[in-house]
């Protein structure tokens, strides 16, 4: 939930996911969003919420807890500037009573695509999310290197692990996927 996305253009989560396609990825920086849009059916709704926790993030969360929200998914990157925001996240939901279904990092480590070099772009110098999660008793959900195939996949509106099966990101982000949808 805490991942801001720059589009707020609702996408498919086809493009990650070869299955569930009546859901939908959202961002969402109000209330109203969530309230006026007939979202008609479907199997799965993500919401991309701001980080922070702020009156209106509050707010989103209180309107979520009601709407009978599964919990939060967790995004974080490896560095220990980002885990801090993640740490004041996870307590926050704790405190307006959203569950916390995990913690996925994300960019951790970027696969060179012509040498298949991985280079740590944001270093895990405090043991990165899973030590975090370990630390808050959180699940730690996996992690995801920063895949071009991945990126380019998303821009594209393509489904990434059938374009790129073997690509790096691929199996961390099918075991993701399987472990939410099971
Ligand atoms: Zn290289």
Redesign the pocket.
């Known amino acids: 939930m805490r991942h801001a996305q720059r589009t707020h253009e609702p996408l498919s989560l086809c493009a990650v996911t070869e299955r569930a396609p009546r859901s939908f990825r959202c961002c969402v920086r109000s209330v109203q969003f969530l309230t006026d849009v007939e979202w008609g059916e479907m199997d799965f709704l993500l919401v991309d919420a701001p980080p922070g926790t702020s009156d209106e993030h509050i707010s989103i969360a209180q309107y979520l807890t009601k709407a009978g929200v599964d919990g939060a998914l967790i995004v974080t990157t490896p560095q220990e500037m980002a885990l801090l925001d993640v740490r004041k996240e996870v307590t926050f939901c704790h405190k307006v009573g959203v569950p916390i279904l995990g913690v996925v990092e994300n960019m951790a480590g970027h696969i ?6 991985k280079s740590d772009i944001f270093p895990a110098v405090t043991g990165g999310a899973k030590a975090m999660c370990e630390e808050m008793k959180a699940a730690y959900l996996g992690s995801l290197p920063l895949d071009p195939n991945l990126l380019q996949s998303c821009e594209d509106g393509k489904c990434f692990v059938e374009r790129h099966p073997n690509s790096a990101a691929a199996e961390p982000l099918r075991q993701l996927v399987q472990s939410q949808t099971q």
Not at 112 to 117: D, E, F, R, T, W
């Open positions: 060179c695509p012509s040498c298949a070099h």
